[in-house]
């Protein structure tokens, strides 16, 4: 259903008796893994550090006669870099006539005496549904936000993700163009992160539906690797497998790309909030009053700390079922 604009009244917000149900995703493994909308780290700029990167220059064995260690060589340095991300608005409104909020009683549709309409109480349940709205916005921006910073008051503030951080030049990531999963793919994407310095802490795999089910059996025929499982419902169901570099769960999650898979070091991934003085970093107010309605924001400046690229991986362009 299209969302109803503007002032919410009698009869654009009817009232209806029966239970609530919504075929849209609400849950936000990736946020809330990372700490939710209560949780993370704060700043007071809305550019903050996500690493500060330093290199070491190749290894090599040293070849220094007795001579020449006399004359002490020329000094060099490792120089650093600072990488950052920014904070996102976050803003919703509602605005409730009285008359809607009063009556209560009035329902649409087919109704049986004694039935209550659901919500009763429309003002907190639009509030609810706008922090859900909020929160799905942010799991999307997490994993599919592509960055801008603001150079002035008209310009956007917009998160990094981590598909966008993985497939910069710094990051690790393979294009599969349309290749099926297969085990190959995913050992050469363990093996590449190994290789660009991944610490492998709390690893996590990220994705859709199709390539949830491809994982399964690709682990379940193989058994390439040593794999844990929950119970069996319909099917085996991975929760965690141990790879040559790493121990990593799986997770689904509905906003992913069905053509990529999102491996994640969850131990350098936070949220970020940049609070607004006085009133917090995720705050509802009441909006100036013009007429018998309750105009009511929700605001929220939010962005992702999600440490240096190498940390992580992605594979993307992978076959599905579309």
Known sequence: MAQVQGIGNTWNLPNYAGELFTADPTQTPFLSMAGGL???KQT???EFPTAVIYDFPEAQQPEISEQASVTAPEATHIAREQEKNVVQIHQEVIDLTYAKQSNTGRMSGIHTAGQQANPMDEKSWQISQKLIKIARDVEYSFIRGKYQSATKADVANRTRGMLELCTSDSGTSIEAAGAALSKSLLDQVYREMAGN?????????FCGAYQKQAITNLYAEQFKANMQTTQNVGGMNITEIETDFFKMGIVWDRFMPEDSLLIADMAHVAPVFQAVPGKGVLFQENLAK???SDRIQIYGQIGLAHGPAFLHGAVTGLKTDR
């Open 38 to 40: 209560t949780g993370g």
């Open 44 to 46: 007071d700029n809305y």
């Open 290 to 292: 013009i007429g018998a």
């Open 197 to 205: 310095g991944a610490y492998f802490g709390r690893m996590v795999m």
